[in-house]
């Protein structure tokens, strides 16, 4: 197996990003992302949309993922670089594909820091009001942008220990909750995977695009591939151990709130508007600390070390679209001694601070971001199945029907579904958002940058059994 550095040099660039992540460091990253204590914010939206089964929408979005994560593994061993889908898709099937992914999962990436820290100041400042949500949101950004520009070591390490800080608060939940339950408070069922009264597959998959938003954050591993000691193998190992996990802790924590909550027929019929249906769980659980406790933890892991590390991805993609002239080339700067993205860190930073400001002057602001990054996110998991099918089994005729055709086909068919039972707002704003993209593209042409990915001709003549392009 040739040295990690090969795997970005054969295709025509230089290795400029720091390979220093190891395995651990990629599954506190990815896990970090995706915020064990993610369904705690999100928890009463969920259930509300799944008609109570909560926990079923969080297990089936686990297996939904797993074929995503599956080919996720697939292409970053065939093109082991930074970009994720927009690689895989300018690769794998053209690049004026790869372009349009690119554009799509830009409304992921770019868009959750935003979201992220507008949670986190919007939350911090019900719980210190004295604080208002603008200097909160300042904060956040601030901190982990200068984090970010130091190194990726320096991300490594602060994650680690805000992971195990986010641990030791979902431990606290999950032990007190269980007494609870044993000693006679709430109602212990399996209410929460399957309620007879309410199950349809359609209203399954419509909490599904909701709950999607807790399990971002695997797929952003896949941008670390050129920094990451192991090189692509290392990714696909990391993506598939962080989606499992969490998926583990995701439905084990919704399903023990689910028997607490106090009042589920007004849950269902009123919805969560303020977001506060997990830490009213917490309290019956265990009273106002344990509710305080869980909010403000859920405010700190999404301000800070889950921002943190979606502000690395999100400067990732913006390097890797620049340097292949797709977009402005500042943003392929990296800091010779830092071997950071520095441009695209610093961009990302004030496009986060920008949006967050202007969201929290929206009453929708969170649910209006939350859509648009949800749809945007499984759309380009749909063209990454999409890619895999293309690339391996009809490009390199691959005969490992399984890998190349079954799983991905099976992983298109469940995210398929659930983009259709999506929220019709988020459909339109996503739509809408592509038809930009054509637009951008239509302007790339005309100014003679059509899209063009460095080392692709090369790669297929080296592979005798590719089509020549």
């Not at 994650?159 to 608060?169: A, D, H, Q, S």
């Not at 924590?253 to 009042?263: I, R």
């Not at 967050?356 to 602001?365: K, P, S």
């Not at 080392?455 to 003549?461: C, S």
Request: net charge positive.
């Amino acid at each position: 197996m040739s040295f990690p550095a090969d795997e970005v040099q054969r295709f025509g660039y230089r290795q400029e990003l720091s390979r220093q992540l190891r395995f651990r460091d990629l599954l506190a990253y990815g896990l970090v992302y995706m915020v064990p204590i993610a369904p705690m914010a999100i928890f009463g939206g969920v259930f509300a949309g799944s008609g109570g089964m909560v926990a079923l929408a969080y297990a089936v979005g686990v297996v939904a993922l797993v074929f995503t994560a599956f080919s996720y593994a697939q292409m970053v061993k065939a093109f082991p670089m930074s970009g994720s889908v927009y690689n895989y898709a300018g690769r794998g099937v053209s690049p004026l594909v790869g372009f349009l992914a690119g554009w799509v999962i830009l409304l992921d990436y770019v868009l959750v820091p935003g979201l992220l820290y507008l949670v986190a100041s919007v939350a911090m400042h019900a719980t210190v009001p004295a604080v208002p949500v603008w200097l909160w949101l300042l904060g956040f950004v601030a901190v982990n942008t200068v984090v970010n520009s130091v190194g990726i070591r320096m991300t490594a390490m602060v994650t680690r220990v805000m992971l195990v800080g986010e641990l030791i608060v979902l431990v606290i939940f999950m032990a007190v909750a269980g007494w609870a339950l044993a000693t006679g408070k709430g109602r212990f069922g399996w209410d929460a995977f399957y309620n007879s009264d309410t199950f349809t597959w359609s209203l399954v998959a419509g909490a599904v695009s909701i709950a999607v938003l807790s399990f971002l954050g695997f797929d952003g591993i896949s941008m670390l591939a050129e920094e990451a000691k192991g090189g692509s193998r290392q990714i696909g190992r990391a993506m598939a151990a962080v989606l499992v996990l969490a998926g583990v802790l995701f439905i084990a924590q919704t399903w023990l709130a689910a028997m607490l909550v106090a009042e589920p027929a007004s849950l269902l019929a009123d919805g969560d508007p303020d977001g506060t249906a997990f830490y009213e769980a917490a309290a019956v659980a265990g009273g106002g600390w344990l509710a305080t406790l869980c909010a403000v933890a859920t405010a700190v892991a999404w301000g800070l070390p889950n921002s943190m590390v979606a502000q690395v991805a999100t400067s990732r993609l913006l390097y890797a679209m620049a340097r292949d002239r797709q977009l402005p080339a500042f943003l392929a700067k990296v800091s010779v001694r830092r071997s950071v993205p520095i441009n695209a860190t610093l961009l990302t930073g004030a496009v986060s601070l920008v949006l967050g400001l202007y969201m929290a002057t929206r009453v929708d602001g969170i649910t209006l971001l939350s859509s648009l990054i949800n749809f945007g996110a499984m759309v380009a998991f749909l063209v990454l199945h999409v890619s895999v099918v293309v690339h391996h089994l009809i490009r390199q005729r691959s005969r490992n029907w399984w890998a190349h055709l079954v799983m991905p086909g099976i992983g298109f068919a469940i995210l398929g579904y659930v983009v259709i039972h999506a929220d019709i707002a988020a459909q339109r704003l996503g739509l809408t958002w592509l038809a930009l993209g054509v637009l951008v593209l239509a302007g790339l042409y005309l100014s003679g940058r059509r899209p063009n990915l460095s080392g692709l001709a090369p790669v297929q003549t080296h592979d005798h059994e590719m089509e020549r392009v």
